[in-house]
């Protein structure tokens, strides 16, 4: 349920506003324990993916660091051959 929570901070080029929100969305499904909520439901859940990412944003916007950016295509690499690694096992 949580594939698209990765880390979005340090990176070139930096996390864009859809990534954020699919981490959110993420997030919200999580926590909540609905992957689509009702219909009763569907506003509030919209309210609070559009917070947390609004508040992912704004603490992405201000963290710093010293360290170099990361190389968004050497990490997703990283992933591809984990996840060969990790399925060639079954």
């Keep these: 349920m949580c594939r ?3 880390t979005l901070f340090n990176f070139e080029p ?3 506003d859809d990534e ?6 993420q997030f919200v499904r999580k926590l909540s ?3 689509r909520p009702s219909q009763a439901n569907t506003e509030a859940f919209e ?3 559009d917070d947390v990412a609004a508040i992912a944003s704004k603490l992405l916007s201000e963290l710093v660091t010293t360290a170099e950016p990361h190389d968004r295509a050497v990490w997703a690499e990283k992933a ?3 996840s ?3 399925f060639a096992e079954r």
């Design 84 to 86: 060969a690694a990790r």
């Design 33 to 35: 324990g609905f992957s």
């Design 14 to 16: 930096p996390a864009s």
């Design 20 to 25: 954020i929100r699919a981490a959110s969305l």
């Design 80 to 82: 591809k051959a984990r």
């Design 4 to 6: 698209n929570i990765r």
């Design 47 to 49: 309210r609070a993916v």
